[in-house]
């Protein structure tokens, strides 16, 4: 097993500029990248120029000394210098054949697994009780799953924590309702047939907005709840059951796994935050509340602002939530890396959430907290995304459409299937064209729901790349070949277009790392949509089943490593392939 090529050269030489200069220099930043453009070769060390100050002396010369403490034959051609000190390598065939063979050999493309997991906690999904799960639920979704597959393949060992809103004041409001409306729901153990939970919310916000004995009732059966009492409880369950059952016909159409979690599960520990940040001295009272003042935000007076712990009324806020989630995660789950999948918007939230339980000493320097943020759904129309009538647009319709217009799609092409291989076609087309949209996007900018644009055969798109799969099945079928028992050993890289698809086979291990340090899913995409490119262009360029038998067996080996890539690539993006389609 092997770690990426980028990795393996980043210690290669450090270890090279610790033994020209000293150890003094074995954390200086190495700055090896891939190289931009192919004339330079492969990959470059950038790191003479930024050394010649300290060392005085010129970056030709720095880097002339790098190369001579530095050991890559067996990787590179020798290495040459060019410009300021540039050090550029090219890749050897020789190895970049053997790696090809080790790739095909495994079945985890010879990726290995980190020395050292990190106990991680992927936070997301994270939809709430009683209201609908949203489009920036299923972001949250697509993207915390995405996230949590790369980690865990990676070796890590992964928590998935859907941290939903099931506790806080609506709950009173939904009660009481309950109360009014279903009272046999509360006293008859099977009766639950609440009915569509969303109607029932907005009736009960109806009731409490306009109902002041209503809104007092609704006080006190939080009160209730909070205390623990039996029938309250009951109607609470009630209500997170029904949501659950709604929630999981999501998670099943997309296969998450979640283990929920919700704010609910913190409830006894929030006095706890509040005794902690009390002997620390952070909290401070304020008006009644109890607060802690923080720093580098200010209120419009130039006041800093206050994070509000406890409400003047004892009731605590979404922050205390997360407060006691993340000392409880640190302390009981033993995370040394948490990840929030939420919208943009709630970057000042978790900035601040961050801020207090440093200031408190909750986070060790072992632990890393980090926000994911993701920008809106547009419709588009570039206007945030609505249905005609301008309601929210629920999850469950909007999947079912992308499937029903996949099954169209192959309706036309392939209208003597059969009924079941279009439904399956149509499900992994029109599940994976949702998913891979969101994915391919940067995150942070907005992103814009076109069914047009996602079920496209051309471009970065999900069909694209389960085309490019179903291209070297294909292959397989027409020539019946056996791929698991070809000769990995004989790869051998001649064509252009060979080299080219080879080294970005190659480079696969580098698209996982930099996914699972930065977290950005759409760097995978980019990836493997430059995979199918370069796959097509070495399959229109290199005749695979009609070359003379050695070459014919290398380049069945390369369609083989291809499918293998795109295969777990997009599983690693929750998506599944197909063999035909
Ligand atoms: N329930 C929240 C919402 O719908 C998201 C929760 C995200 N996770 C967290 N730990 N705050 O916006």
């Excluded at 979640?258 to 009272?285: C, I, W």
């Excluded at 802690?292 to 006041?303: A, H, I, P, T």
């Excluded at 009609?546 to 295969?567: F, G, W």
Aim: hydrophobic share 40%.
């Amino acid at each position: 097993m092997t770690t990426s090529v980028l990795s393996d050269l980043k210690i290669r030489f450090s270890k090279a500029i610790a033994a020209a200069f000293g150890a003094e220099y074995a954390n200086h930043d190495p700055a090896v990248a891939p190289s931009k453009d192919a004339k330079f070769g492969d990959y470059q060390c950038n790191a003479a120029l930024g050394l010649t100050k300290k060392l005085k002396q010129k970056p030709q010369d720095v880097a002339a000394q790098i190369i001579v403490n530095l050991q890559v034959d067996d990787m590179f051609e020798a290495p040459t210098i060019a410009g300021a000190g540039f050090i550029n390598l090219k890749l050897k065939l020789s190895y970049l054949e053997s790696q090809l063979a080790k790739m095909q050999k495994s079945d985890r493309l010879a990726i290995a697994k980190v020395d050292k997991p990190d106990r991680v906690i992927v936070d997301f999904s994270s939809p709430n009780i009683a209201k609908e799960m949203h489009v920036g639920h299923l972001r949250s979704t697509i993207i915390g799953d995405s996230i949590a597959r790369i980690l865990e393949f990676q070796g890590h060992e992964v928590l998935r924590l859907n941290h939903v809103g099931d506790w806080g004041t609506q709950f009173g409001m939904l009660i009481t309702y309950l109360r009014e409306v279903y009272p046999d729901a509360l006293t008859k153990a099977d009766a639950i047939a609440i009915g569509d939970l969303v109607e029932l919310y907005r009736a009960a916000k109806k009731r409490f907005d306009e109902d002041a004995e209503f809104k007092e009732i609704s006080r006190a059966a939080v009160v209730e709840l909070q205390a623990g009492g039996a029938e309250a409880k009951l109607a609470w369950q009630l209500l997170c059951e029904q949501s659950r059952r709604e929630f999981q016909k999501i998670y099943d159409t997309l296969n998450i796994q979640l283990e929920e979690r919700g704010e609910s599960f913190y409830n006894s520990y929030l006095s706890d935050v509040v005794a902690d940040l009390r002997e620390t001295g952070l909290l401070q009272e304020d008006q009644g509340a109890l607060c802690v003042f923080l720093e580098g935000f200010s209120n419009k007076d130039g006041q800093p602002l206050p994070l509000i712990i406890q409400k003047t009324d004892g009731g605590y806020n979404y922050a205390t939530t997360d407060l006691a989630a993340l000392r409880y995660r640190i302390r009981e789950d033993k995370a040394t890396r948490i990840i929030y999948v939420t919208d943009i918007g709630q970057s000042g939230h978790f900035t601040q959430v961050f801020q207090v339980a440093q200031r408190a000493n909750w986070i060790p320097e072992t632990v890393q907290t980090t926000h994911v943020p993701f920008g809106l759904v547009m419709g588009d129309d570039g206007k945030k995304f609505k249905t005609r009538s301008g309601d929210t647009i629920a999850l469950k319709s909007l999947l079912e459409e992308a499937v029903t217009r996949a099954r169209a799609d192959i309706e036309t092409r392939n209208p003597e299937a059969s009924d079941e291989f279009k439904q399956d076609v149509a499900e992994a087309v029109g599940l994976g064209a949702v998913k891979y949209a969101d994915l391919s996007q940067n995150r942070t900018s907005n992103y814009i729901f076109s069914f047009d644009k996602m079920l496209a055969l051309q471009g970065n798109t999900a069909p694209y790349m389960l085309y490019a799969y179903v291209r070297v099945q294909g292959i397989g079928r027409k020539g019946e070949i056996d791929f698991a028992s070809l000769d990995a050993d004989a790869i051998k890289l001649t064509q252009e277009p060979e080299i080219v698809l080879a080294k970005h086979l190659l480079q696969f291990a580098e698209a996982i790392d930099a996914v699972s340090e930065e977290l950005f899913p759409n760097r995978l995409c980019q990836y493997l949509f430059e995979l199918s490119q370069k796959f097509n262009q070495f399959f229109e360029q290199c005749p695979v089943l009609q070359a003379e038998e050695s070459e014919r067996i290398s380049r069945l080996s390369l369609c083989d490593i291809t499918a293998k890539t795109l295969k777990l690539g997009l599983n690693l993006l929750g998506i599944r392939v197909l063999e035909r389609m």
